[in-house]
């Protein structure tokens, strides 16, 4: 949006001088975001319509491996699996079942969604594995819009993600977090709320160090926490099996015996159900870091999903053995009442389950988020200092600070619930969004390469379940929320067209990007800077 203010034929060194600039001195060429470097795999393309001939990829501008910064691909197998697995598997599964259950009055109609929901996000998954593997830039959605509708619908996307939707979602897994962690200390009452809301933030503040120190120190935390929750998770199991083997079945034998629900409910439950599997994209927001993506990015898909899912299924199961669908709807935190009944002594380990398990969600979550940022801003979208890597830690750490204290705001001064609705009908307006992209580019984009392409049935019936669940909450039980969040949405033409269409330019914003540039030691990636 902004152009960098640095003088083209210099940059800022790992000790904060300036030095020359290797490409301006060797001729090259200035970037559309205003720095200098490459031209890019952008420049190769002979048919912008895709249809009369092919070009090697659509990555944007600056995402260069030879470029003297860039965003190195640290993320395998194993990494990427732990990615989706520790960040879908957050504090989801040990609240939302009591909230599920209540919302579709049915043990068996509750358990059914869970299902549903662990296939709809595994097929949603597989359509954003093509679009990955076609466009293995960062940014997820936004870089799937820019290719199939334009710039305009991708700003509208990084708008609202960037404001709301990441921010929102790494606040609600915070104070999550909080109010676990606090429990632990507190027995006769409630916890304070500020205490909770000071716990959140201490703990984005964590997160924030770990991620902007290193890639690798984040995903370390990735994969060490997601192994820890993994073995809450098989103690949750274990002691379910244990009371089905005494014979505690009694919850589960008449598992459809209870009222129907009707069509607003149920996109309500799903609503709630699709909070607790959310984070199955969040890998495509990384796909420039991922090694050899266009085979670890489905891979990881195809494990890690269909692993989680099995989890929610058998821990829904555990939870009907050791209580009945009422206690669970009346308890506020499921796992917590599971642990007295079945864990004696040993009750306090599902409190600190569950908080090690969303802060490992946490983690990733801000992980993906810094990366859109990143993305976006890469363009001209947002701020031109969001793209800014660190010089010597190669991470985007301006976009992940930006990314923490919007949640950190949201932490002050909102709450679980209506943070969870809000992200929940705006995530699913842009989620269709992505299989739409996905099926029009089939069309438009016929001969662009893709290492992995999934049946035109699967975006298909996704979009489908979408629409559905965008609609018919606001047609069962109509809400002034739901307006204000397609009213926030179109507000951001009115920054678009000025900043991004006609590119106008605040002067003070020069004199802002560099101070941040300077304090927090960043530089552009396409920059081919010379370091000391």
């Known amino acids: 949006m902004y152009q960098h203010v640095l003088p083209n034929t210099t940059n800022i060194s790992s000790n904060g001088q300036s030095v020359p600039n290797k490409a301006a001195l060797n001729g090259g060429t200035a970037c559309t975001n205003g720095s200098i470097g490459p031209e890019g795999p952008e420049a190769t393309e002979t048919d912008s319509s895709g249809t009369g001939g092919m070009r090697k990829s659509l990555e944007r501008k600056g995402s260069a491996p030879n470029d003297a910064v860039h965003l190195q691909r640290r993320v395998g197998l194993f990494s990427g699996v732990a990615l989706i697995v520790g960040t879908m598997i957050g504090s989801g599964i040990f609240v939302s079942p009591s909230g599920l259950l209540a919302r ?26 093509e679009l990955g593997t076609m466009n293995t830039s960062s940014g997820a959605e936004w870089a799937y819009f820019m290719d ?28 999550s977090f909080a109010q676990y962690a606090v429990e632990a200390f507190v027995s006769e009452c409630d916890p304070p709320m500020s205490v909770v809301k000071m716990v959140a933030l201490v703990a984005i503040v964590m997160i924030l160090f770990v991620n902007c120190y290193s890639v690798n120190l984040g995903m370390a935390v990735q994969n060490i926490f997601t192994a820890a929750k993994l073995v809450a998770v098989l103690i949750v199991i274990c002691g379910g099996a244990w009371k089905l083997f005494q014979g505690n079945t009694q919850h589960l034998a008449n598992a459809f015996s209870g009222p129907t629900p009707n069509i607003g409910a149920v996109a309500t439950a799903f609503y709630t159900g699709l909070w607790a599997y959310d984070g199955w994209n969040n890998l495509n927001y990384v796909t420039e870091e991922i090694k050899n993506p266009s085979k670890n990015l489905p891979r990881s898909i195809v494990i890690g999903i269909p692993l989680v899912t099995l989890c929610y299924a058998l821990i829904n199961i555990s939870y009907l053995a050791a209580m009945s669908p009422t206690e669970m709807v009346q308890s506020e935190a499921v796992a917590v009442t599971f642990g ?193």
């Open 148 to 175: 199939a509708y334009g710039p305009a619908p991708a700003f509208l996307f990084s708008w609202v993600s960037t404001l709301v939707l990441k921010p929102s979602q790494m606040a609600i897994i915070c104070l």
């Open 340 to 532: 007295n009944r079945i864990l004696g002594v040993m009750a306090w380990l599902m409190p600190l389950s569950v908080t090690i398990s969303t802060f490992g969600s946490a983690n990733g979550t801000l992980f993906a988020a810094g990366r859109l940022c990143f993305a976006a801003s890469r363009e001209g979208h947002l701020l031109d200092i969001l793209s800014y890597v660190h010089v010597r830690r190669l991470t985007p750490a301006p976009g992940l600070i930006f990314h923490s204290l919007i949640a950190a705001a949201m932490v002050l001064y909102g709450t679980i619930d209506s943070l969870i609705d809000f992200f929940s009908f705006t995530a699913w307006i842009f989620y269709g969004g992505s299989m739409m992209a996905l099926i029009v580019m089939r069309f438009t984009k016929p001969n662009y390469p893709r290492p992995y392409k999934v049946p035109i049935i699967i975006p298909v019936v996704v979009l489908v379940i979408s629409m559905y669940l965008v609609v018919a909450p606001i047609i069962d039980s109509p809400r002034i929320e739901y307006l204000y969040a397609l009213l926030f949405i179109f507000a951001g033409l009115i920054f678009y067209i000025p900043f991004v269409k006609l590119g106008m330019t605040p002067r003070f914003m020069n004199k802002v990007t560099l101070f941040l540039q300077l304090l927090l030691e960043v530089v552009p990636t396409s920059s081919m800077a010379l370091f000391d």
């Open 104 to 129: 579709t009055g049915s043990v068996g109609v509750s358990f059914i969604i869970w299902l549903a929901c662990g296939v709809l996000s595994l097929m949603g998954a597989l359509a954003y594995a």
